[in-house]
């Protein structure tokens, strides 16, 4: 996969998160005033010719906040041969 993700609360790790994924019941929960680490990989080569130029990818985070249900983080690359 050309992005993947994986959350760290705690000294937890979350499975690694790649498109089209099926995670269905995998939640991890995070009390007010703490955080997490969330790594996010781009692997440029795995479009292979296609992935040349710029690039544009999409991580959206769910949450059952009612402030904020859903978070979209853009990551955007020049990706040069």
């Known amino acids: 996969m050309c992005v993947t993700a994986r959350l760290e609360v705690a000294g937890r790790k979350s499975p690694v998160f790649k498109m ?3 995670y269905k019941g995998w939640y ?3 009390a007010a005033g703490t955080s ?3 790594t996010v ?10 992935g040349l130029g710029h690039q544009k990818r999409q991580l ?9 249900t859903r978070k979209l ?4 690359a020049t ?3």
């Open 20 to 22: 089209h994924g099926k």
């Open 28 to 30: 991890e929960s995070l």
């Open 36 to 38: 997490g680490k969330l």
């Open 41 to 50: 990989k781009f692997e440029p080569n795995y479009h292979g010719k296609e």
């Open 60 to 68: 959206l985070i769910m949450s059952n906040d009612r402030r904020a």
């Open 73 to 76: 983080i853009e990551l955007f």
């Open 79 to 81: 990706v040069m041969n």
